[in-house]
């Protein structure tokens, strides 16, 4: 894209930006540092493949250093701290609602950053009320993951296991180093008990560090992963960020602000 052209796309009408969210971070002896960021940009590729031509719709460069202190014990790991990477979102988000574009997405697939996004899109929708922003993660909300996947995996299968590893042997089959996943077989599948009533994720989390869980950095098991089921997962990714981009870019959102709420009292 040149600037004339990023001036005229960010005039259209629903002009919408997709920042790709990834890491370079440990992903257990098999998976590259970048997998999270191959998956985000990848997929988003492959999604806006299947959109329709002419739609106002364009990729960003993709961030492919994130928040990782969760694996800053494995050689490799590169992290942000949660100020710069704030600091920077909101610097980027400002240029681009000055631009004129009309939504921001951020399409993360490290799943240590989600809250961090969340929080700094609620703000740079207060600081600039013209652009609506949504922070999205690559695995939530995709329906069908559970029948594909284990409940084991679903609930245990936090980072490098049987569904990170299966799209990866799908998707780059030549960036997995086989040998050592499938060495790891008995190793790192007990996740370690969580105090009663509390969770590594979900309702009440541990912000727990890969150490405390895990000595060769996979979190589940990876051990039955195959390239049949990262196809099945890819598949399902697609379709479900298809629909949610479809949906979003034939929607006017967001609202438009008329008002200050007022009390009525
Ligand atoms: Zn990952």
Request: net charge negative; proline share 7%.
């Amino acid at each position: 894209m040149t600037w004339p052209e990023a001036s005229k796309a960010a005039s259209e009408n629903g002009s919408t930006l997709v920042w790709p969210f990834g890491a370079c971070e440990q992903h257990g002896p098999h998976l590259p540092l970048i997998t999270d960021t191959f998956f985000a940009e990848n997929i988003l590729i492959k999604t806006l493949d299947r959109l329709p031509e002419n739609m106002p719709i364009w990729m960003m460069p993709s961030q492919s250093i994130g928040f990782s202190p969760e694996h800053q014990a494995f050689p490799g790991t590169l992290s942000l701290s949660a100020d710069v990477l704030l600091s920077m979102v909101t610097d980027v988000g400002q240029q681009i609602a000055s631009m004129g574009f009309n939504r921001l997405v951020f399409f993360n697939a490290h799943g240590g950053q989600i809250g961090l996004l969340q929080a700094v899109s609620r703000q740079l929708r207060i600081q600039c009320p013209s652009i609506a922003v949504l922070p999205c993660f690559l695995w939530s909300g995709v329906p069908g993951l559970d029948q594909l996947l284990p409940e084991k995996e679903v609930e245990e299968g936090l980072h490098a296991a049987l569904a990170e590893t299966s799209l990866m042997l799908h998707m780059a089959g030549d960036l997995v180093r086989n040998d050592s996943y499938l060495e790891i077989k008995n190793v790192d599948k007990q996740i370690v008990t969580t105090p009663k009533g509390w969770s590594l994720e979900g309702a009440s989390p541990c912000a727990w560090l890969t150490e405390d869980l895990s000595s060769s950095g996979v979190i589940g098991d990876a051990s039955s992963s195959n390239s049949e089921l990262g196809a099945a997962l890819e598949n399902a990714l697609v379709d479900h960020w298809k629909s949610l981009f479809t949906s979003l870019l034939e929607s006017d959102w967001p609202p438009i602000r008329s008002e200050r709420p007022v009390s009525s009292s």
